[in-house]
């Protein structure tokens, strides 16, 4: 069995896999103030709850996009699982062309969630990352990693509105029935959800044209993901696990 462990800006997102076979996942929060020992407890409890061994665990791959915290989590694999865990980084064997001018910028979760596409759904594609930030990947017919986009994500919006004005407070996002609000949640709600639905299909329309592929597969993870595709068919599938995927088939990778 692997440990994999997706580290991002609000979450840690982690699964265990036996051979391609997902056993368990489980989230939680992101905080550079816990120490190695505060996140091997939450371990050590998730692993006796989903009734997994935690000697088990013959490998463990990370991807991280909070630099600080990365120290604290590989002290925690080290004492808690008895395991140095490989770090995807310049250098982590992909399998996967990138066609990046300077692929040393790009974030390893786009990488995995990139991995996985080309794996799982082959190209044309383009997948969408609905986290903290909302991030666009796209692959090319030859399974090639191209680019793609960067852009705020659904909460990170509203908190913005709500820190950066003087009256207007954090809403429930929840897609109002009409786009013409009449009071002022409702006008805020119209703004950022039919606007942020609005971005997406306008990004996820240019790639297609730009990739000279129409009919291009729109695949989807992170946590708005369903409430996109309930308000548009901009997005053709939804994979919850797809960071998680591509991490385990980069371990494979590296194993191999």
Not at 140 to 159: D, Q, V
Request: net charge neutral; proline share 4%.
């Amino acid at each position: 069995m692997i440990l994999v462990m997706d580290i991002g800006n609000t979450n840690i997102k982690a699964a265990v896999f036996s051979g391609d076979r997902l056993l368990n996942r489980w989230r939680c929060a992101t905080d550079t103030a816990m120490t190695s020992d505060q996140y091997g407890i939450i371990m050590a409890d998730l692993f006796r709850y989903y009734k997994l061994e935690m000697s088990a665990i013959e490998g463990i791959m990370i991807s991280s996009v909070v630099p600080t915290i990365n120290y604290t989590i590989e002290h925690m694999c080290r004492d808690y699982f008895g395991i140095d865990p490989k770090i995807l980084q310049p250098g982590t064997k992909t399998g996967l062309n990138i066609r990046y001018e300077n692929p040393r910028e790009l974030g390893s979760d786009r990488i995995a969630n990139a991995v996985a596409v080309s794996a799982l759904y082959n190209g044309p594609s383009v997948f969408i990352d609905f986290g903290t930030a909302t991030t666009y990947g796209v692959i090319s017919a030859k399974n090639e990693f191209l680019g793609g986009a960067i852009g705020p994500g659904l909460r990170m919006m509203n908190a913005a509105l709500a820190t950066g004005t003087a009256k207007l407070p954090s809403i429930e996002l929840v897609v109002p029935q009409h786009v013409i609000g009449k009071t002022t949640i409702s006008n805020i709600q119209s703004g950022i959800l039919y606007g942020y639905i609005g971005s997406v299909e306008k990004i996820v329309t240019g790639m297609k044209k730009e990739l000279g592929a129409p009919d291009a597969q729109v695949i989807a993870t992170g946590g708005m993901a369903h409430l996109v595709k309930s308000n548009s068919n901009v997005i053709d599938l939804i994979n919850p696990d797809l960071t998680l995927t591509g991490l385990r088939l980069i371990y494979e990778k590296n194993q191999a």
